[in-house]
């Protein structure tokens, strides 16, 4: 699995022109990257983390400029050196609704949502 899931980060990258995208699995606070060869790591998962809002919701996320988003203004990953602006995200779930990942697109530049749907 580890392959097919690398494998869509790094579409995910090429389309996005972000070295950032990602596949993301979560079990409890530890969270497993597709594009990251060491696998899994700690993360403290706070409200205010994109992954925690992307599992929390039931639809793709949208964000178009997040240093204009209230819950991501501050965040380290939109103030730091990656610079996020847009990001955009979807919870993965198993058939009977449980969240186990996401998919995961942030960019240094914003992206408006226009002309598009999200969820087609």
Known sequence: MRPTLARI???AQAYARSPNCDIVLVEGAQTWHASRPEGWK???R???SFAAVILQSDDVLWIEDASADPRFK???GVTGALGIRFCAGAPIR??????VG????PTPSPAPLTGISPTT
């Open 9 to 11: 980060a790094r579409l």
């Open 42 to 44: 700690s993360n403290v």
């Open 46 to 48: 706070s409200e205010e």
């Open 74 to 76: 501050d965040h380290k």
């Open 94 to 99: 198993l058939a009977d609704g449980r969240g």
């Open 102 to 105: 996401l998919s995961l697109s």
